[in-house]
């Protein structure tokens, strides 16, 4: 059974379209990297599978039960979301943007504490950054507070909005090289939007193209690459400038 199934979803903001009709399984325990230009409906996709939109038609099934609004909030706690800079409360310190989730379910302190070590190391963020505030953290620090917070209380599933999109290219490329890492050893679903081709084959197993609100093709790179359905997806592939174009 997949982790999450989108059937026959369209989502409609006026009289633009986000999402046209789509089908789209999402394996269980690998990395799936949603691709494709601007307004292509790939972060609407995201926010489906978390519940933070709803389909004008279709739906959308995690675990095999449909997303519903009355048991949404027991189903989010399965799912770990992380958008660019992590989306912290600037008002809260690392410690309590971290812990925010857990403390509300009644957490001990020591529990708090223990898991925030655990994933303090496995994220690398030093420990005595905890007690800063977002403002006082570079970028790379707040993605990394983000991703704790997503893990906290270990859901299945990790979902990635541009985790990356706003480092600079020697902080990303670092990164990169940490979350494969992390996703190798974390054994979970994951999901992730990016605009990074090279990321996108970098980190996931399976990549879904996608085109004005409908998914173009789905598949490895490889797959992609040498048996593309339409021009566009070889267009799509080599549209990004190299360093010897540039020179």
Same mark, same amino acid.
């Given at each position: 059974?997949?982790?999450?199934?989108?059937?026959?979803?369209?989502?409609?903001?006026?009289?633009?379209?986000?999402?046209?009709?789509?089908?789209?399984?999402?394996?269980?325990?690998?990395?799936?990297?949603?691709?494709?230009?601007?307004?292509?409906?790939?972060?609407?996709?995201?926010?489906?599978?978390?519940?933070?939109?709803?389909?004008?038609?279709?739906?959308?099934?995690?675990?095999?039960?449909?997303?519903?609004?009355?048991?949404?909030? =027991?189903?989010?706690?399965?799912?770990?979301?992380?958008?660019?800079?992590?989306?912290?409360?600037?008002?809260?310190?690392?410690?309590?943007?971290?812990?925010?989730?857990?403390?509300?379910?009644?957490?001990?302190?020591?529990?708090?504490?223990?898991?925030?070590?655990?994933?303090?190391?496995?994220?690398?963020?030093?420990?005595?950054?905890?007690?800063?505030?977002?403002? =006082?953290?570079?970028?790379?620090?707040?993605?990394?507070?983000?991703?704790?917070?997503?893990?906290?209380?270990?859901?299945?599933?990790?979902?990635?909005?541009?985790?990356?999109?706003?480092?600079?290219?020697?902080?990303?490329?670092?990164?990169?090289?940490?979350?494969?890492?992390?996703?190798?050893?974390?054994?979970?679903?994951?999901?992730?939007?990016?605009?990074?081709?090279?990321?996108?084959?970098?980190?996931?197993?399976?990549?879904?193209?996608?085109?004005?609100?409908?998914?173009?093709?789905?598949?490895?790179?490889?797959?992609?690459?040498?048996?593309?359905?339409?021009?566009?997806?070889?267009?799509?592939?080599?549209?990004?400038?190299?360093?010897?174009?540039?020179?």
């Amino acid at each position: 059974m997949p982790t999450f199934s989108l059937q026959q979803v369209t989502r409609r903001y006026g009289p633009a379209i986000a999402l046209d009709r789509v089908d789209l399984d999402i394996a269980t325990g690998r990395t799936t990297a949603l691709i494709g230009p601007s307004g292509a409906g790939k972060s609407s996709v995201l926010r489906m599978l978390v519940g933070l939109e709803w389909p004008d038609s279709g739906q959308v099934l995690f675990e095999g039960v449909p997303l519903q609004r009355k048991t949404l909030l =027991e189903q989010r706690r399965r799912i770990g979301y992380v958008i660019q800079e992590g989306g912290l409360f600037p008002h809260l310190s690392v410690r309590d943007n971290a812990a925010l989730l857990a403390r509300t379910l009644g957490w001990t302190r020591e529990r708090i504490d223990a898991r925030l070590g655990e994933l303090a190391q496995l994220c690398q963020l030093p420990m005595e950054l905890l007690a800063r505030f977002p403002a =006082e953290l570079s970028g790379g620090q707040r993605q990394r507070v983000g991703l704790i917070r997503a893990l906290m209380l270990d859901p299945p599933v990790l979902l990635l909005d541009e985790p990356l999109g706003a480092l600079d290219p020697i902080v990303r490329h670092e990164l990169q090289t940490q979350m494969r890492a992390l996703i190798a050893q974390l054994n979970k679903t994951v999901v992730l939007v990016t605009h990074d081709v090279a990321e996108a084959a970098y980190l996931a197993d399976t990549l879904v193209l996608m085109r004005a609100g409908r998914v173009l093709q789905q598949g490895t790179v490889r797959e992609l690459q040498d048996a593309p359905v339409e021009d566009f997806v070889t267009r799509f592939f080599t549209a990004q400038r190299t360093l010897d174009d540039a020179a």
